[in-house]
């Protein structure tokens, strides 16, 4: 039976059960970092036992986050998730700064980072697939900027373009596909760490990693941007360690990000006031149970400096190629191939339903906030994918310390990514808005203290605030330590406050 005789004439179908809305949550979170971000964070940390508590603090902040935007998500069962949340907790120029920010960098730049490491790893597989293999080759812009289509990036756009579509064709077709590749990089995330506990662990990289697990060794040196702030180390000390660990948070805070975007489709979610807080958890500890067994794999497998070493940050490739050999390589290239797919479908399918909540509310082009014959915001979806491509396209023209370009080893000039540059400026904005989420708990339950709570945030509010806490110091450690990408970022999010008034002008003169 199609989507649309299940539904009203504009309106959502809700069609997303426990299980869907569970795989969303855990689909979205789980794409290529698990498989690489352990080799920077062992860098900066310089101990297993420290690598695997920054993991566990992870798992602790990401189920205390969940559980208490399942009071929220159940309160407001709407499309938009968080951009509701902080419109109606503070005021609709938070909703829409959030919204602003997720679709210039937030939504657009992550699916477009996941796009070019499906088509990254793919190229193991398909040797064409290349990064230097020029369809359209770099046109310089400026000193720091060009731009370029390799067979890399065009098989990036094209997944993107092609997942985009598939959406458009109703939830069913979304959750179909969700569903499915969740499901099969669960099994793979479970096949590697069973694999590197049982066939990978051998007593070397045991005793290396466990017999002094809480020291610091050959930790990196954490140099802050501001003057004022003396350079640290995890070696340095109990502040150094803690700033250490702040730092190191980056990578698996962010692997174990878009949790949240669940709450982007309540609209479509069946029993919402039950199901999402349910599917928060569960899709939430589901993964944190995953990565720390696969960092224990790692840590059972190899020792600490091979894992810090490990060539291109391929931490989980090295294991295999440990265990397997040459094969190695393959395997885990057709994992990351399945894991990136199925994130990013996770990631189109979600977004979207922001766009279309801001367009309801006159602050996003007004098609976005129509539905299709298929009952989905189409408009929204095609904007979206549209916005990540052009994101792929831009290439950074990188330097070395004393500012000349970089070479590679044919002397040609060595590109980056502007959707990497994107994402580094917005963690610090990232983690501010979840902070500010939370506490919309406590401002909630002020100003509407009889609104329905079909659910209450687990231990508040003693929980919600450890995990405002925990948030607001992390941010603080990145912009005393990463202050060249934290205020970047804060000034893509305050960019969208004349924006806002531009928006709110022409809402007011189209209405």
Excluded at 14 to 26: C, F, P, S, Y
Excluded at 252 to 275: G, H, I, M, Q, Y
Aim: charged share 10%.
């Amino acid at each position: 039976m199609r989507d649309g005789q299940h539904r009203r004439q504009g309106e959502f179908v809700r069609g997303l059960e426990l299980w869907d809305a569970t795989m969303v949550v855990a689909g979205s979170m789980i794409g290529s970092g698990i498989f690489i971000v352990s080799a920077d964070m062992s860098r900066t940390l310089g101990a297993a036992g420290w690598l695997l508590a920054a993991w566990a603090a992870t798992g602790v902040l990401t189920v205390t986050g969940a559980l208490a935007y399942g009071e929220l998500a159940a309160m407001m069962p709407e499309a938009g998730g968080q951009y509701v949340f902080l419109r109606e907790a503070y005021s609709p120029l938070f909703g829409f700064l959030y919204g602003w920010t997720l679709f210039l960098v937030i939504q657009s730049g992550t699916i477009a980072a996941v796009a070019v490491a499906f088509a990254r790893y793919l190229g193991v597989l398909v040797p064409a697939i290349s990064p230097t293999a020029w369809i359209v080759p770099p046109v310089n812009l400026s000193q720091g900027y060009a731009v370029s289509l390799s067979t890399q990036q065009a098989v990036g756009v094209a997944m993107v373009l092609l997942l985009t579509w598939a959406n458009t064709r109703g939830l069913r077709l979304g959750k179909l596909v969700q569903n499915a590749f969740t499901s099969t990089k669960v099994a793979t995330l479970l096949a590697l760490a069973a694999v590197g506990l049982a066939a990978g662990a051998n007593a070397e990289a045991i005793r290396a990693n466990f017999a002094a697990a809480w020291r610091p060794v050959g930790a990196a040196t954490i140099s802050s941007d501001l003057g004022i702030v003396a350079a640290t180390s995890a070696a340095a000390g109990v502040f150094g360690l803690l700033a250490a660990f702040a730092v190191a948070q980056v990578g698996s805070l962010f692997s174990a990000d878009a949790w949240n975007n669940v709450t982007f489709t309540a609209a479509e979610v069946k029993d919402p006031a039950r199901t999402l807080p349910r599917a928060l958890f569960f899709g939430t500890a589901l993964v944190v149970v995953l990565y720390l067994l696969v960092n224990l794999a790692y840590l059972v497998t190899l020792p600490l400096p091979e894992i810090q070493n490990a060539p291109d940050d391929r931490v989980a490739t090295a294991a295999l190629a440990r265990i397997f050999g040459a094969p190695g390589a393959a395997i885990m290239a057709a994992a990351i191939v399945i894991s990136t797919f199925g994130c990013n479908n996770g990631l189109i399918l979600t977004g979207a339903r922001v766009y279309y909540a801001m367009a309801r509310d006159g602050l996003f082009l007004p098609q976005a906030g129509t539905l299709n014959r298929a009952g989905v915001p189409g408009v929204g979806l095609w904007l979206q994918g549209l916005w990540t491509a052009v994101l792929i396209l831009p290439r950074t023209r990188l330097r070395g310390a004393d500012g000349t370009p970089l070479l590679d080893a044919g002397g040609r000039a060595v590109y980056g990514n502007l959707y990497s540059n994107l994402l580094d400026y917005v963690i610090f904005s990232v983690l501010l808005f979840y902070a500010l989420t939370i506490v919309a708990i406590f401002v909630l339950r002020r100003t509407r203290p009889a609104a329905p709570r079909p659910y209450r945030a687990f231990g508040y509010p003693l929980l919600p605030a450890l995990y405002v806490v925990a948030a607001l110091g992390i941010a603080a450690a990145l912009f005393l330590y990463r202050t060249q990408t934290t205020l970047p970022g804060l000034a893509i999010v305050l960019s969208g406050i004349p924006a806002y008034a531009l928006w709110r002008r022409f809402g007011r003169q189209s209405t």
